[in-house]
């Protein structure tokens, strides 16, 4: 037993009084008239004895009492804690504001029950203890200590949260502010402690007691669209667009007729129904053609109760408008490729000698074409390899009397292989690698009737697999005809042949030729994601399009902001800094001008509604953590006071004080002696 003010206890010296009181306290005696005094002594002895006995017990009641009230004043209590009643009170309390925490319990949502438990928590403690509420967010005004009125009215501004993050960041967090202070610590943690973020340490500090304060709610069946990707990096207009959606079904019970929906910019379709086993993932495919240029806003949605914040699932394709490309000719053009590009409506060309290049309107361009050039110039090398690195994709045809030295000083600067010589070998391309973007889904089938390529001569390149070439069509000895690398943000494609026709047919085969040269120009080094997930770490980026610092780029969309802003070269690394709460879709601006296109979705940690029970957590946590299992039925401060303060006894000593007052009282006024 310890006490709050031990200092009281030296009143019990007042024990002496009643004590000096019964020794020399004399009685006067009446007198009493006897007509026969025969039993005078035996009445006497009796009735000496009976008020001694009466006097001791009357004695040890008013004793009792009086010490009684002594230890009620100096405030006794039991804990096994070794707290300080003198030092100062640090108490940390977790909010668990996530989606799941919405679910209900006695029609009550598991959220308005943890903060009306949080107040309560707050109130049972002084006006000068010091408090911390925090939230998944965990944001820098939840990294300060507060009063208990700022406190209240900072849990009153807690709302629910698409951000999740696992319950031990959030403990260290707590930690890590209470280690910076000497007093008293605590911390609670109230949540319903899902278990895909439940993963409590266990050599935690025994100066802090960590409370466990569990919600718990009826468990509920959900069914999740987790994540939706492309079969293609990119989104072709006009052909057969693929994506592949993935769903769980986290219930325990079999799903049948779940309905899939598409809302492509703004219409929605249905897709069709499926069946999906409890505990399990399906993956269906969704076909799309695209009939316009531009952003394509698609949502993939199921129909599913009662939760509902993972029923759908938002990305966004960009389809340009026209395909610009450079052609970057010794002479002039070749006129094949001239021509063709004519008659298709998507491709614009343009020519350039490489007596008159402007670098200045590489980054403009979606592929460049190295046409027979017969020397690359130190400074066409160098911009070549700031376009390649910044995103851009380029073509090589070497030209029959390229200076090989000039060549391999290019490719050794983005290293490529090199070239070794030349043959006049006549060779027939025999495969097509149609698992790679550049060929996949552009032919139904690989024919005897399908023409591919012949070169009557072609150069002969080193084959060191650690520059990390990918063939796209091959001769029959099994060396490259058209090599892919992929270098920073770009891709390099390089032919062994020349384009020129007295070499190389491969212009004349239309079939071959126009896919190859439009994916090409559309293939992209680094896949822009076409998702991203509400609190994740995620950036973007743009390029510049001004000098300076006179314009800035924002952020528009269900909610408003300007992101953090990076430069980097010739690109700007955008930071949305947790910003974005909602999910939608959001464009990035400059000047009015839409850039880019963001599709952003809850996070889908928490779809999985798999919980820790009370007895598992004893069972798991026990020998760490304090967990309550009575705190929503019992009087919360009572609960608090006995947990954390210790078992208050004054009350009890007052009660005792009371009733040896009466025993006293009784044995005065019935007791005759």
Same mark, same amino acid.
């Given at each position: 037993?310890?006490?709050?003010?031990?200092? %009281? #206890?030296?009143?019990?010296?007042?024990?002496a009084i009643p004590i000096i009181i019964h020794l020399f306290y004399f009685r006067r005696f009446k007198k009493v008239y006897f007509t026969n005094v025969k039993f005078l002594k035996e009445v006497k002895d009796e009735t000496s004895n009976r008020s001694r006995l009466r006097n001791l017990l009357v004695l040890l009641s008013r004793l009792l009492a009086l010490a009684a009230l002594v230890f009620a004043f100096a405030q006794p209590y039991l804990s096994d804690k070794k707290l300080d009643r003198q030092e100062e009170n640090y108490i940390s309390l977790f909010v668990d504001n996530s989606f799941s925490m919405r679910s209900l319990s006695e029609d009550v949502p598991l959220f308005d029950k943890a903060k009306s438990t949080a107040r309560g928590i707050i109130e049972t403690y002084g006006e000068t203890d010091h408090f911390q509420?925090?939230?998944?967010?965990?944001?820098?005004?939840?990294?300060?200590?507060?009063?208990?009125?700022?406190?209240?009215?900072?849990?009153?501004?807690?709302?629910?949260?698409?951000?999740?993050?696992?319950?031990?960041?959030?403990?260290?967090?707590?930690?890590?502010?209470?280690?910076?202070?000497?007093?008293?610590?605590?911390?609670?943690?109230?949540?319903?402690?899902?278990?895909?973020?439940?993963?409590?340490?266990?050599?935690?500090?025994?100066?802090?007691?960590?409370?466990?304060?569990?919600?718990?709610?009826?468990?509920?069946?959900?069914?999740?669209?987790?994540?939706?990707?492309?079969?293609?990096?990119?989104?072709?207009?006009?052909?057969?667009?693929?994506?592949?959606?993935?769903?769980?079904?986290?219930?325990?019970?079999?799903?049948?007729?779940?309905?899939?929906?598409?809302?492509?910019?703004?219409?929605?379709?249905?897709?069709?129904?499926?069946?999906?086993?409890?505990?399990?993932?399906?993956?269906?495919?969704?076909?799309?053609?695209?009939?316009?240029?531009?952003?394509?806003?698609?949502?993939?949605?199921?129909?599913?109760?009662?939760?509902? %914040?993972?029923?759908?699932?938002?990305?966004?394709?960009?389809?340009?408008?026209?395909?610009?490309?450079?052609?970057?000719?010794?002479?002039?053009?070749?006129?094949?490729?001239?021509?063709?590009?004519?008659?298709?409506?998507?491709?614009?060309?343009?020519?350039?000698?490489?007596?008159? #290049?402007?670098?200045?309107?590489?980054?403009?361009?979606?592929?460049?074409?190295?046409?027979?050039?017969?020397?690359?110039?130190?400074?066409?090398?160098?911009?070549?390899?700031?376009?390649?690195?910044?995103?851009?994709?380029?073509?090589?045809?070497?030209?029959?009397?390229?200076?090989?030295?000039?060549?391999?000083?290019?490719?050794?600067?983005?290293?490529?292989?090199?070239?070794?010589? %030349?043959?006049?070998?006549?060779?027939?391309?025999?495969?097509?690698?149609?698992?790679?973007?550049?060929?996949?889904?552009?032919?139904?089938?690989?024919?005897?009737?399908?023409?591919?390529?012949?070169?009557?001569?072609?150069?002969?390149?080193?084959?060191?697999?650690?520059?990390?070439?990918?063939?796209?069509?091959?001769?029959?000895?099994?060396?490259?005809?058209?090599?892919?690398?992929?270098?920073?943000?770009?891709?390099?494609?390089?032919?062994?042949?020349?384009?020129?026709?007295?070499?190389?047919?491969?212009?004349?085969?239309?079939?071959?030729?126009?896919?190859?040269?439009?994916?090409?120009?559309?293939?992209?080094?680094?896949?822009?994601?076409?998702?991203?997930?509400?609190?994740?770490?995620?950036?973007?980026?743009?390029?510049?399009?001004?000098?300076?610092?006179?314009?800035?780029?924002?952020?528009?969309?269900?909610?408003?902001?300007?992101?953090?802003?990076?430069?980097?070269?010739?690109?700007?690394?955008?930071?949305?800094?947790?910003?974005?709460?909602?999910?939608?879709?959001?464009?990035?601006?400059?000047?009015?001008?839409?850039?880019?296109?963001?599709?952003?979705?809850?996070?889908?940690?928490?779809?999985? $509604?798999?919980?820790?029970?009370?007895?598992?957590?004893?069972?798991?946590?026990?020998?760490?953590?304090?967990?309550?299992?009575?705190?929503?039925?019992?009087?919360?401060?009572?609960?608090?006071?006995?947990?954390?303060?210790?078992?208050?006894?004054?009350?009890?000593?007052?009660?005792?004080?009371?009733?040896? $007052?009466?025993?006293?009282?009784?044995?005065?006024?019935?007791?005759?002696?």
């Amino acid at each position: 037993m310890q006490f709050i003010f031990p200092g %009281f #206890l030296w009143a019990l010296l007042l024990l002496a009084i009643p004590i000096i009181i019964h020794l020399f306290y004399f009685r006067r005696f009446k007198k009493v008239y006897f007509t026969n005094v025969k039993f005078l002594k035996e009445v006497k002895d009796e009735t000496s004895n009976r008020s001694r006995l009466r006097n001791l017990l009357v004695l040890l009641s008013r004793l009792l009492a009086l010490a009684a009230l002594v230890f009620a004043f100096a405030q006794p209590y039991l804990s096994d804690k070794k707290l300080d009643r003198q030092e100062e009170n640090y108490i940390s309390l977790f909010v668990d504001n996530s989606f799941s925490m919405r679910s209900l319990s006695e029609d009550v949502p598991l959220f308005d029950k943890a903060k009306s438990t949080a107040r309560g928590i707050i109130e049972t403690y002084g006006e000068t203890d010091h408090f911390q509420v925090i939230t998944h967010q965990m944001n820098g005004a939840q990294q300060r200590w507060l009063n208990r009125d700022d406190a209240l009215l900072q849990l009153d501004e807690i709302e629910i949260t698409p951000e999740v993050n696992q319950i031990e960041s959030i403990l260290n967090r707590q930690i890590s502010l209470l280690d910076l202070e000497e007093g008293n610590k605590s911390i609670y943690l109230l949540s319903d402690f899902q278990k895909n973020i439940t993963a409590l340490p266990t050599d935690i500090d025994t100066s802090i007691f960590i409370k466990l304060m569990p919600f718990q709610s009826i468990q509920e069946n959900n069914i999740s669209i987790d994540s939706v990707w492309t079969v293609s990096p990119v989104a072709i207009k006009g052909q057969t667009n693929r994506l592949i959606v993935e769903m769980t079904n986290y219930g325990n019970e079999d799903k049948e007729e779940v309905r899939l929906f598409v809302k492509e910019n703004g219409q929605t379709k249905p897709v069709g129904s499926f069946d999906i086993a409890a505990n399990s993932s399906v993956s269906d495919t969704i076909e799309l053609v695209f009939i316009k240029d531009g952003w394509q806003n698609i949502e993939v949605q199921i129909e599913d109760y009662p939760i509902q %914040f993972d029923d759908s699932y938002l990305l966004t394709l960009d389809l340009s408008e026209k395909v610009d490309l450079l052609s970057i000719n010794e002479g002039g053009g070749n006129k094949f490729v001239t021509a063709l590009m004519k008659g298709l409506p998507n491709f614009n060309l343009d020519n350039q000698s490489t007596a008159n #290049l402007q670098y200045n309107k590489f980054k403009e361009k979606d592929l460049i074409i190295l046409n027979d050039v017969n020397n690359i110039s130190s400074g066409l090398t160098s911009e070549l390899e700031k376009y390649v690195l910044a995103g851009g994709n380029l073509v090589v045809f070497p030209g029959r009397n390229a200076d090989i030295n000039s060549y391999n000083a290019f490719f050794s600067k983005l290293a490529c292989n090199s070239i070794e010589s %030349f043959s006049d070998e006549a060779r027939e391309v025999f495969k097509i690698n149609t698992s790679d973007f550049i060929f996949s889904e552009v032919y139904e089938r690989i024919d005897r009737n399908l023409k591919l390529p012949s070169s009557t001569g072609n150069f002969l390149f080193s084959n060191f697999t650690s520059r990390g070439g990918q063939s796209l069509l091959n001769y029959r000895d099994g060396s490259s005809f058209m090599q892919k690398y992929q270098k920073g943000q770009g891709l390099i494609f390089v032919c062994a042949a020349p384009l020129s026709d007295t070499h190389n047919d491969l212009v004349k085969i239309a079939e071959v030729f126009v896919p190859m040269i439009y994916k090409m120009a559309l293939s992209t080094g680094e896949r822009k994601p076409i998702a991203y997930t509400i609190g994740a770490d995620n950036l973007g980026s743009a390029n510049n399009i001004t000098q300076g610092n006179e314009s800035i780029f924002k952020i528009t969309g269900p909610s408003e902001f300007i992101p953090g802003q990076t430069r980097v070269g010739s690109k700007t690394v955008i930071d949305f800094n947790d910003m974005i709460q909602e999910a939608g879709y959001y464009d990035l601006t400059i000047n009015d001008t839409i850039l880019d296109r963001y599709a952003f979705n809850y996070d889908r940690t928490e779809s999985q $509604l798999n919980f820790w029970s009370i007895p598992e957590l004893k069972e798991k946590y026990s020998g760490q953590y304090e967990i309550f299992d009575n705190f929503l039925t019992a009087d919360l401060s009572q609960v608090i006071q006995q947990n954390d303060k210790g078992k208050a006894l004054w009350r009890t000593f007052l009660i005792l004080a009371l009733v040896f $007052l009466a025993i006293e009282t009784l044995l005065l006024r019935f007791w005759e002696v």
